[in-house]
Each structure stands twice: as structure tokens, then as C-alpha cells.
């Protein structure tokens, strides 16, 4: 992406920090092309501009006129009103991204009042390190070298890909939430290493190499999940004693019901927030 481009993200909270931290770190973008505004927490982005001697602003329209790119990150019931308030500074030529769940890049364009391109993106927080697992989609307005500069963006703070818009509801469900649901699984490890007697240190290092092992074994490996589990699992071993109780409590059912109404709470979230009479909602 050409160097001189200015990002303003609008709403600065916990999504829009893991992508300020990634796009710095991998020199995506410095400091000074970035600008913050968010709806009135001053103190929050005293604290940003501090740790990445990012640009902020106390007017999201203000931001919204100084950038090229802008990257929308309020919650979706703060969508409208934080919309409305920028409005009349969007031009034609803003690239406008947004990474709210469930909104669709045609509600977008109908409370902006635009024709200018619009990209659906569903990072996570592991942006921050620039290991985020992104799902990309074009609005109407989007064009190519739109979903490139995008693409380009979201590259630098992880992996993309790109998808119709209906599915993103899906990567929401499974990437966009999905670190949640690695440290509700870790809380578990932690919990049971404490009742076996190990410190906290040990446990959190045994326990976070053993995930980045079994996630690199994925990346690199063609095999399948089901084929690298039974090449832990010696018969009468320890990891089928473990595996028999997870199958006791019916874990995969539940980890297949936390993924899927996750993607659905995604649609509900479009509709909680989109009048019944925007065009084309996805
Ligand atoms: N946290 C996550 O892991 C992920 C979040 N997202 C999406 O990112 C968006 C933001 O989520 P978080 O960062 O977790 O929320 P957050 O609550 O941490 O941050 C939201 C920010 O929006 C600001 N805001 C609210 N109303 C505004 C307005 N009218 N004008 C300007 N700024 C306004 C708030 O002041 C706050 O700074 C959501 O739409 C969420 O669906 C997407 C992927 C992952
Ligand atoms: O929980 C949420 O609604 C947001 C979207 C994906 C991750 N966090």
C-alpha cells in the first residue's frame, strides 16, 4: 500500500488497538498516519496516542477528513449514530472499512449516504501480533484494486481471505470470536494444572507452546485433525483416558454449538440493526 495513505479508525476500543499495534509493528503504516476518534472518552485516547504516538481527535468527522482509508470499529448498536456523525465528511474517494459484526457493507452505504466502496472485514484480536485470521468481503461499490488495499492491509496484521459477504456471519462465528474460545479452553488447562499441583508459570508455558505446536502441526501438515489426534492417543493411554471424558461431557457438541450460534448471533445483530427497508441486506 502506498506509504502516504492516512487511516482513521473510528471507535478506538479493543479491536481498533490490536489493528493500530499490528499495522505499527509491521510498519503498515507509522504513527503520524494514523488517527483515532471515538464517541467521547477522551481519556482512552490520551492512553492510545501515549502508547503509539498515534494521532487523535476529539471530532470522528474531523478524522474522517484527514484520512484516505477509514476503518470502522464501534460496536454495531453504536453503528447509526456514529455513522450520521460522519457523514458529511466521506467523499468518494474514502476507502471505507468496516469490522463490525453482522453489519452489511449495503446498510453501511444507506446510513453514509454513499456510493463510495465499502469492505466487510471480520479480523480477531490476534492482530495485535499480526497473526489475525481475516475474512474479507466487497460491497457493491467495492472494485478490485479496493479488495487489494484492503487485502494489503489486513496481510500485514495476518492472513486473508476472501469470501462472499453472507459469509461472513461464519467467519465471525469461528475466527472473529474464535480466541475467545482458545482462552476459555486454556482457563480450563490452567484451572486443571492447579488442582495437579502446577504454578501458574509452568502451566501457561506448558500449556501456550503446546497450542502454538498442535496450530503449526495444522499449518503444516496435510493430514487430517481427526489422524494427528489418534498420533497422540496410544490405545489404553493417557490421551484416550482424557478424550473419554471430553466425549463423557460432550465437549465437540458443545464447541459445535458455541461456533454456530455464534455466526447466528452475528445475523441477529444485522437484523437487530438494520431497518426492515435497507436495500440488499446480507
Ligand atoms: N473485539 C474483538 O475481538 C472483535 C471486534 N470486532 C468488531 O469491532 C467492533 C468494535 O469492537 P470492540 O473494539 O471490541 O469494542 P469496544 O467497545 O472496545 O470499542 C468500541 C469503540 O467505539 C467507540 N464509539 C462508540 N460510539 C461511537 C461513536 N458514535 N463515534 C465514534 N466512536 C464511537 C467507543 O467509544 C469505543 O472506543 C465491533 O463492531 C465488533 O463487532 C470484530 C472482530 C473482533
Ligand atoms: O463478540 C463480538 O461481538 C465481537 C465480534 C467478534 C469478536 N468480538
Do not use: W
Amino acid at each position: 500500500m502506498a506509504v502516504y495513505k492516512k487511516i482513521a479508525f473510528i471507535g478506538a476500543g479493543a479491536m481498533a488497538e490490536a489493528m493500530i499495534s499490528g499495522l505499527i509493528a509491521n510498519k503498515l503504516a507509522s504513527p503520524e498516519q494514523i488517527i483515532a476518534a471515538n464517541r467521547m472518552n477522551t481519556k482512552r485516547l490520551l492512553e492510545l496516542q501515549r502508547k503509539y504516538e498515534i494521532k487523535i481527535s476529539a471530532s470522528a468527522a474531523d478524522a474522517v477528513s484527514e484520512a484516505e482509508i477509514l476503518i470502522l470499529a464501534m460496536k454495531p448498536k453504536d453503528a447509526e449514530d456514529a455513522l450520521h456523525s460522519i457523514r458529511d465528511a466521506i467523499h468518494k474517494q474514502h476507502l471505507i472499512i468496516s469490522v463490525l459484526a453482522g453489519i452489511s457493507t449495503d446498510h453501511i452505504s444507506t446510513l453514509l449516504h454513499t456510493d463510495a466502496p465499502v469492505i466487510r472485514a471480520m479480523p480477531n484480536t490476534s492482530a495485535a501480533i499480526g497473526y489475525s485470521a481475516t475474512g474479507l468481503a466487497a460491497g457493491k461499490y467495492a472494485e478490485e484494486q479496493h479488495v487489494k488495499q484492503a487485502e494489503e492491509l489486513f496481510n500485514c496484521i495476518g492472513t486473508t481471505t476472501c469470501l462472499k459477504e453472507e459469509s461472513l456471519h461464519a467467519v465471525t462465528g469461528l475466527a472473529g470470536s474464535g480466541p475467545a474460545y482458545v482462552y476459555y479452553l486454556v482457563e480450563a488447562m490452567q484451572q486443571a494444572a492447579s488442582s495437579l499441583n502446577l504454578s501458574e508459570t509452568e502451566a501457561r508455558d506448558l500449556i501456550a507452546q503446546t497450542l502454538l505446536g498442535a496450530a503449526h502441526m495444522l499449518k503444516m501438515s496435510d493430514e487430517h485433525p481427526l489422524l494427528l489426534r489418534q498420533k497422540v492417543t496410544s490405545p489404553g493411554g493417557t490421551t484416550e483416558a482424557g478424550i473419554q471424558m471430553l466425549d463423557h461431557f460432550k465437549v465437540k457438541e458443545a464447541i459445535e454449538s458455541c461456533v454456530k450460534r455464534a455466526a447466528q448471533r452475528s445475523e441477529e445483530l444485522g437484523r437487530m440493526y438494520t431497518p426492515p427497508s435497507s436495500e440488499g441486506i446480507v
